[in-house]
């Protein structure tokens, strides 16, 4: 099984996680709410991993379990949902997100930690855990680089660059109004580009 | 950040930039450094499942499966349109069974149900016996059936009889005077019970706390 530190640094992204299914969502919809499990299997397949990404930036290690509860629900309410690939992805992620706000309820006196990684990754320097990503060019490594900045940031460039959803179906998500949403994505974006250009900085007097 | 240098405006993605990151069109060539790092990082971000990510497939269909067939036993054994409409009925049925019983029970305790149902409720969890009106005068050694009372009978009850006799025994002059009780021992009861008021024609004093050891109802 290939892992994500196998993968050379100049791995080709042939596609994006999000969004494989397009045209044929509607018939691949339509037969898993039929109860067709080759189908129900196609959307999973199209839709867990980026959702599994988000949910281990937001719940850490209990992300699988998350996501099992989630996929779960939609197995039993994927009859009654109408709406094409952005609405299942946002229905998708909205549950995933209730789900860790419940999970984190029920925590009380001990909150969930965005991400275990992420925390041990703040420790350390910034530029190094720049450089790491850079190095490793892992997407583990990269979403642990994200998660390092203020949760609304990540959580909002998570959305629209991993679950590929656009403003308005974000701000529904987390229950912002779009115009906070883009904010806080181009803030964060702004902070990233920020650490990169110095630790790419550095790299480059290093070589030199 | 306060510990990064100041970079300058260049170096960082301007609206129309970040926007096109966010949507996955990158940057192009002659981006910045910084730019270019950030737009390969949102790629590796997004970059397309791991094994790994898919492992779990399996039990995901199968939990969908289970889920389904749930869900079609369901909609299968109950109609949605009916089932509420049935639960509503049972309800109101149980609720006026409840209210039905409850009164009853109150009046039977009472003993103001009319008398076929008062002797049924008497005989059935001890309510008082029915009533029946002050009798009329009748000659002493009469016959103690009485019109409309059905029910008990002194020749049927050993203990009326014998309370009979000894009442009559009780009086000086034999004569039969109504109304005047005399307390005497239940026969059937060995003396344990408490004592009886019997009126001389035979029949038990209309009493609330005799009327509850009637032997009728033994």
Not at chain 1, 119 to 137: I, S
Not at chain 1, 172 to 179: F, H, L, N, Q, T
Not at chain 2, 92 to 105: D, F, I, K, P, S
Request: with cysteine.
């Amino acid at each position: 099984m290939l892992r994500y530190w196998d993968l050379p640094p100049d791995w080709p992204d042939a596609r994006s996680v999000a969004g494989v299914l397009e045209a044929e969502f509607p018939g691949v919809l339509r037969a898993a709410a039929l109860g067709d499990e080759r189908a129900f299997a196609r959307l999973w397949r199209d839709a867990h991993p980026p959702l599994l990404r988000y949910l281990r930036m937001l719940a850490g290690d209990a992300a699988e379990d998350v996501a099992s509860e989630v996929w779960l629900e939609v197995a039993r309410k994927l009859a009654r949902f109408r709406g094409g690939e952005p609405e299942f992805r946002g229905w998708l992620f909205t549950l995933g997100r209730r789900r860790v706000i419940d999970l984190r309820r029920y925590a009380g006196r001990h909150p969930v930690r965005l991400t275990a990684d992420a925390g041990e990754l703040d420790r350390p320097a910034v530029e190094d855990t720049a450089a790491t990503a850079l190095e490793r060019l892992s997407t583990e490594a990269a979403l642990a680089l994200i998660a390092t900045l203020p949760s609304e940031q990540a959580e909002v460039i998570v959305l629209r660059v991993v679950a590929g959803l656009d403003v308005g179906h974000v701000a529904r998500i987390v229950g912002k109004r779009p115009g906070a949403v883009r904010v806080a994505a181009h803030r964060g974006l702004r902070t990233l580009a920020a650490r990169l250009s110095v630790s790419a900085g550095r790299a480059q007097g290093v070589t030199r | 950040m306060p510990n990064l240098p100041r970079l300058s405006t260049r170096q960082l993605p301007d609206a129309a930039s970040a926007e096109g990151l966010l949507a996955g069109r990158g940057v192009g060539p002659e981006a910045p450094v910084g730019q270019q790092a950030l737009a390969r990082l949102l790629e590796i971000a997004a970059s397309p499942a791991i094994d790994w990510e898919l492992a779990d497939e399996a039990a995901a269909v199968a939990a969908f499966a289970r889920a389904t067939s749930l869900a079609g036993c369901r909609s299968a054994g109950a109609r949605p349109g009916i089932v509420p409409a049935a639960r509503s009925l049972a309800r109101l049925a149980l609720a006026l069974t409840a209210c039905v019983t409850a009164l009853g029970g109150t009046a039977a305790v009472a003993g103001t149900l009319p008398a076929p149902i008062q002797e049924l409720a008497h005989v059935t969890f001890g309510a008082p016996a029915p009533h029946h009106g002050v009798p009329a005068p009748r000659p002493a050694g009469g016959s103690s059936r009485q019109p409309g009372h059905q029910g008990i009978q002194a020749k049927d009850q050993p203990g009326l009889q014998e309370a009979r006799v000894q009442s009559q025994k009780a009086l000086p002059d034999g004569s039969a005077q109504d109304h005047q009780k005399v307390p005497i021992r239940r026969a059937r009861s060995g003396g344990q019970a408490g004592h009886q008021e019997i009126n001389q024609a035979g029949r038990p004093a209309r009493h609330p706390e005799a009327s509850h050891d009637h032997p009728a109802g033994r």
